[in-house]
Each structure stands twice: as structure tokens, then as C-alpha cells.
């Protein structure tokens, strides 16, 4: 009965590489969210989708792609992957119809890049 | 990029002392928002205010809304060794946007 899932928890790969997370919400919320969590604990907005629209997009490269085929789920794919993109990913969500703007995180996933 | 700066970085205290922490900016922020993070975790949201002014608790863990609306503290009552995480301020610009600005966060350690 977990409320906002992501998949895998941790993920390590080589340089180059092209990678994706999974995330779920399960608790009927309408708008979900990718974050960026740096190695200083610095939280960062990257995307975010509301009905399966694009509706925030905070200069990300353009090698991660998000992807929302329905309203329950948003994933993140990375092509190239650098080094830099080394950090701890979280999904959020949020119901934008109830007027509220609190997000509910998943548990992470530890993108390791060597 | 809008900002917001957290005080203090890092604590350390003793079981049953008080803490109190605080996020200010120089933007007016529609709401406001305090986060929990513990390791290894997503950030849990402790606390979200909506108006100026608006004092809001939630047992031991107290947060208000500053009149100004450019900052917001948060207060934890007679701390215990299940409070050490990360404590972060989260705030929004204009109200049901989405876009979550995230201050740089508060350790708290506790010592029993």
C-alpha cells in the first residue's frame, strides 16, 4: 500500500549508458514530479507532469526524457548518462484539483554513474 | 534562481531540549511547506501553511507562517532520538503552481 513507488532503488552503470526509473502513485493524485538530490542534500525540481502533460521544465539536458503514459505513473529515462548525473532521484506527487500544493515523495533511487 | 536560505545548518542536542529552526527569502511565498528527511528516504512533509501569519502544529513540531510571508520557522518541542534527519523549508512563489523551492536543509542530531 505504498503511496508513491519507485523503481529500482539503487542503480550503478558505466558512463554512456542509457538508464530508466519508474515511479507510481497510487494515490489518485493528478501531477507528479522529478527531482534532483545533489551529494550536499540540495533538492531541485526538474519536471513535472499534470494528466500526463508537461507543465514544468526546469532546464534540464535534454538527455533526460520523462515520460508519463498515464496519470499514476512518471518515469525518467536518461541517454548518455554522465558522471555528473550521479545523485539520489525522487518522484513526487500531488493533487493540483484539490488546491493543494503539498507533495508526497517516494523513496528514492541512488543513480551511481562510473 | 529564487532562493531560500535555512538556519541553521547542522544541530546537535540533547534529548529534551527544544530546537528551532527557520527558512527566509527575499521573494513573497504563497505557501509554505517543512519536510523530514530521514536517510536512506524520500522527504515526509511534517507541516503546510497557507496564510501569513498561520501558526500550525503538529504534535511536538510547531510552524508558522511569517507575516511577511518571506519566512517561516519551525519549532520541535522536547526533541528525542527518532527527530535526527534532515529538516527542510519548501516554498512557492505563486499557490497550486507545482514548483516547490527547496531550502538547503537543517541535520539535527540528537543525543540521548
Known amino acids: 500500500d505504498t503511496a508513491v513507488s519507485q523503481t529500482p532503488k539503487y542503480l550503478v552503470t558505466q558512463m554512456g549508458n542509457d538508464k530508466s526509473i519508474k515511479c507510481e502513485q497510487n494515490l489518485g493524485h493528478d501531477t507528479m514530479y522529478w527531482y534532483k538530490q545533489d551529494s550536499k542534500k540540495f533538492l531541485k525540481i526538474m519536471f513535472s507532469y499534470n494528466n500526463k502533460e508537461l507543465i514544468i521544465n526546469e532546464t534540464v539536458p535534454n538527455r533526460f526524457s520523462p515520460k508519463s503514459p498515464d496519470k499514476a505513473h512518471l518515469n525518467l529515462h536518461i541517454n548518455s548518462l554522465e558522471l555528473g548525473d550521479s545523485a539520489v532521484y525522487f518522484c513526487?506527487?500531488?493533487?493540483?484539483?484539490?488546491?493543494?500544493?503539498?507533495?508526497?515523495f517516494g523513496p528514492g533511487t541512488r543513480l551511481t554513474v562510473l | 534562481g529564487q532562493q531560500l536560505n535555512q538556519s541553521p545548518q547542522s544541530m546537535f542536542i540533547q534529548e529534551g531540549e527544544d530546537v528551532s529552526m527557520n527558512c527566509t527569502s527575499s521573494?513573497?511565498?504563497?505557501?509554505w511547506l517543512w519536510y523530514k528527511q530521514d536517510p536512506g528516504e524520500g522527504p515526509v512533509l511534517l507541516i503546510a501553511l497557507y496564510k501569513a501569519g498561520e501558526l500550525t502544529s503538529n504534535g511536538r513540531l510547531t510552524a508558522q507562517f511569517g507575516i511577511t510571508r518571506k519566512d517561516s520557522f519551525l519549532n520541535i518541542s522536547a526533541s528525542i532520538p527518532s527527530d535526527v534527519g534532515i529538516y527542510f523549508c519548501?516554498?512557492?512563489?505563486?499557490?497550486?503552481?507545482?514548483?516547490?523551492?527547496f531550502g538547503q536543509g537543517t541535520t539535527l542530531q540528537v543525543k540521548p
Open positions: 521573494s513573497i511565498f504563497n505557501t
Open positions: 519548501a516554498g512557492q512563489l505563486k499557490s497550486n503552481t507545482g514548483k516547490l523551492i
Open positions: 513526487a506527487s500531488s493533487s493540483r484539483l484539490a488546491g493543494g500544493d503539498e507533495q508526497f
